[in-house]
């Protein structure tokens, strides 16, 4: 522990917010009464460490804890809405009291955290600075003010003010906003928030202040904004759940949409009753409800938060409670970027000094990421507060360094016996990367990948040749463009390959080895701004199961997706007539459907190849001219209109993105090309059909998606929709043959197969896609994982020819 266990005494006159008060600290012996004068018995027996208690008549209650309990941390639960109870506060402030002041308000667990971050704060190391060396700068109630620090700890501070203030004008409890610390002119600290625990006039050399102690958060950032997704399968709910219990997740419980009253489940166990899964438990305190009353649970598990509405099936008095497992969970993720631990010949070292005492320091990282790192310190000692900019060395395992800015992001105990009187303070400080150099990042990559499996290596650093001759003998085929045994568009592939996988920013190539040899290979690219495609697994024929080489390859390249942080959307293609992945990838995509976060559509693969001569087109043709800006704007609206939001953001069909500028860039800068034409046929009031005709480098994907074309018709009844879609057809034909492609390649709905079958076109087959938010990456992570467990019984496992990937 880092705050050695002692009494705390709580005092309450309503039974239900006593219980609150007691399970927000379950790492401490309570002792809960209901009137003061019964607390002043407790105090006469045992001194406690922590005294909370209502602001009434505070200034005698101070009295009397300042005599029988003197070194007693005293902490006021008022309402911010409670004008006598504020006012008795500020009158007690100023007799010279020193307490601190919680919000009524306050649920369970920001109860339970605010608690143990004043314990912390008080045994935190603190120094005091001089006057006209730091300066102050925060608003309250729109109103700027200015400041000198005197005094600076990991977790608050005592600032001086101009004693013209009133004193009335900072209660405890009030809220200074963009609150920030400058050392002679230059950044040192900077917090959203910070909270006044005590005010008091004060007379010195210099006349009249207002000295304010004030305190922050441990974080100093909300959890990421990304969109809550939800588990609906029981199944997985109830696993979800046994999970958080095996790691000993704390389990919390309120009314619904009422953090009033919340309470920690004691003793938590999932059983099953009559074929129904249930939450047995025994409750820190008294919830108010009958049986078939809805709760809401909610816990918290590796870096996501759970939350779920439950039935009360038992309720009883003594705290025994049995409920239904939650029907759904809502998770979200806290992190925005997964982190992993270095292995022992991945060591790195980050070296900064103190932002307060300037003492020189290096640490070993606990975890990193190339977004952050978290790194142990001793906050009895040592004094980072959440919030300090830090200008650092990042050391590298191969003796290079890096320099970078640091940003503490948050700070929060680490579990250690510490000493008796808990001297030593082991916290752990997470810390946000600026200005981290491209060799930095990529010798975090290559040390994340080993983490995750140490056979897997860069696609980039392999002769393509060998990937080519892997995927021959695992018997990929289906790249009509480029068949085996034509050598003749290998310099092309290669120079491809060679290009987008250099930086790792337009595509990652992977290949999975073992003494045996080349086994595996997957790639993945940045088809459009905002989406990561994963291509092209292969897997060579009669490798042992237990290798789990195709998760192992899968997991990888997306998680090197989530790593790009301006990737928003993953992308998996596969032909449906494959079985493996048709099922276990159709399997997973009906598992995490989310409606406006994921989708999963079918199109159909036609080809024509443009060295025979197409039939004649049906006379007379309409007009196909070439897309505006209108209608790059009726294409997002109609998108819009149909619910394919997510469609609209992963291919870049906003209004504003449809000629691909923005991604075309990032290709031109690595001598590649990718475009896209937009074509249309106008109609008396609009569009009667438009094609989207991809442009890109040979190779880019193998089956040459970024050389297709797809349609967009709004009204198929029309009289003149067949004839529009054959004009689009014929000049989508045209385009491939001023490109030179080797063929046409349409990529449509069921109902034009007929019509592009009559235009020449031969029909290769139906494929499923599946388009998923990276917020779903990890939940689609650990389901992958389950896949490959089930498997995991035999001893052998005959893949088929293609996997996951097209």
């Known amino acids: 522990m ?13 039974a239900g917010r006593r219980a609150a008060l007691a399970s927000a600290l379950p790492s401490y012996r309570v002792v809960a009464v209901e009137s003061k004068t019964e607390a002043a018995f407790k105090m006469a027996n045992a001194a406690p460490a922590l005294i909370i208690a209502p602001p009434d008549d505070a200034r005698l209650f101070l009295r009397q804890v300042a005599h029988t309990a003197p070194d007693a941390l005293r902490v006021f639960i008022c309402s911010k809405s409670d004008p006598a109870g504020l006012a008795e506060l500020i009158q007690s402030a100023a007799e010279g009291h020193v307490f601190s002041v919680l919000d009524e308000a306050l649920s369970g667990p920001e109860l339970g955290r605010t608690l143990s971050h004043l314990l912390q704060h008080r045994g935190s190391a603190s120094i005091s600075v001089p006057l006209a060396t730091y300066s102050v700068h925060f608003t309250l109630n729109e109103q700027a003010h200015e400041a000198r620090c005197s005094e600076i700890g990991n977790f608050g501070a005592t600032l001086l003010l101009p004693g013209n203030l009133s004193l009335s004008s900072f209660p405890p409890g009030s809220t200074l906003e963009a609150l920030r610390i400058e050392r002679e002119g230059k950044l040192l600290f900077k917090t959203p928030w910070a909270h006044v625990q005590r005010a008091l006039l004060v007379h010195d050399e210099s006349g009249e202040h207002l000295r304010l102690g004030i305190s922050w958060a441990t974080a100093m950032h909300p959890p990421p904004p990304v969109p809550g997704v939800t588990m609906e399968a029981q199944s997985e709910v109830v696993a979800t759940l046994r999970k958080a219990l095996r790691r000993e997740a704390v389990l919390w419980l309120q009314r619904v949409n009422d953090p009033s009253v919340q309470l920690r489940l004691d003793s938590p166990a999932v059983d099953v ?6 939450l047995c438990c025994q409750s820190s305190g008294m919830l108010e409800g009958w049986a ?14 759970y939350s779920g509405v439950c039935n009360l099936l038992v309720n009883e008095p003594d705290g025994r409670m049995v409920l239904h497992v939650p029907r759904s969970l809502v998770i979200r993720n806290w992190r925005s970027l997964p982190r992993f631990k270095p292995g022992p010949d991945d ?9 307060v005492t300037g003492q020189s320091t290096t640490r070993a990282p606990l975890d990193l990421s190339v977004g952050g790192l978290s790194f142990p310190f001793d906050a009895a000692n040592e004094i980072i507060p959440a919030g300090s900019r830090l200008e650092a060395t990042l050391l590298l395992p191969d003796g290079s360094s890096s320099p970078c800015l640091l940003e503490v992001r948050s700070i929060h105990a680490l579990p250690s016996d510490g000493w008796p009187d808990g001297a030593l303070r082991p916290f752990r400080a997470g810390v946000r990367f600026s200005g981290l150099s491209q060799g930095a990042r990529d010798a975090i990559l290559r040390a994340f990948m080993r983490s995750r499996c140490a056979a897997i290596s860069d696609g980039c650093d392999v002769p393509f040749q060998d990937i080519w001759r892997l995927m021959e003998e695992a018997r990929y085929r289906f790249h009509p463009d480029y068949p ?21 920013d337009l595509g990652r190539c992977l290949v999975y080895s073992n003494e045996h040899g080349l086994q595996g290979q ?8 905002r989406t990561w495609m994963v291509q092209q697994l292969a897997v060579r024929p009669g490798v042992r199961r237990n290798e789990q080489i195709s998760y192992e390859l899968s997991n990888l390249v997306v998680e090197l997706g989530e790593v790009q942080q301006d990737v928003e959307f993953i992308r998996y293609c596969w032909r449906k007539d494959n079985r493996w992945p048709s099922r276990r990838m159709g399997w997973l995509a009906r598992a995490m459907e989310t409606p406006g976060l994921s989708m999963l559509q079918h199109f159909c693969y036609m080809r024509f190849p443009l060295n025979v001569e197409q039939p004649p087109a049906p006379q007379p043709q309409l007009r196909v001219r070439e897309g505006v800006r209108t209608d790059f704007v009726w294409i997002e609206l109609h998108l819009r209109d149909r619910g394919e939001l997510v469609r609209v953001l992963c291919e870049d069909l906003l209004t504003d993105e449809v000629d691909l500028r923005v991604v075309s860039e990032r290709f031109r800068a690595q001598g590649l090309h990718r475009g896209r034409r937009v074509f249309v046929v106008d109609g008396e009031y609009g569009p009667l059909a438009i094609a989207l005709s991809e442009e890109g480098t040979p190779g880019l994907c193998l089956i040459e998606k970024t050389n297709a074309f797809s349609l967009i018709v709004p009204n198929r009844n029309h009289p003149q929709a067949r004839a529009a879609i054959q004009a689009l057809v014929q000049r989508c034909v045209e385009h491939a043959r001023e490109r030179h492609r080797p063929s046409a390649i349409a990529l449509v709905d069921e109902e034009d197969i007929e019509l592009l079958q009559q235009s020449g076109f031969e029909n290769l087959g139906r494929f499923s896609e599946w388009i998923f ?13 389950s896949v490959f467990e089930r498997l995991g019984g035999a001893s052998t496992l005959e893949w088929p020819t293609e996997e996951a990937g097209e």
């Open 522 to 529: 997957i790639a993945a690219l940045r088809v459009h701004s």
């Open 292 to 305: 078939g009353d809805e709760v809401d649970l909610f816990f918290e598990m590796g870096g996501q938060s």
């Open 2 to 14: 880092s705050v050695p266990i002692r009494d705390v005494l709580v005092v309450h006159p309503n």
């Open 273 to 278: 009753v009559d074929g129904v899964a249930v």
């Open 773 to 785: 938010h990276r917020s779903m990456i990890r939940r689609g992570c650990e389901l992958w994982r």
């Open 484 to 504: 085996f045994g034509d050598d003749s568009p290998l310099p092309t592939l290669e120079d491809t390959h060679r290009k987008v996988y250099a930086t790792g």
């Open 347 to 355: 060591r790195f070292l980050i070296s900064f000094q103190s932002p």
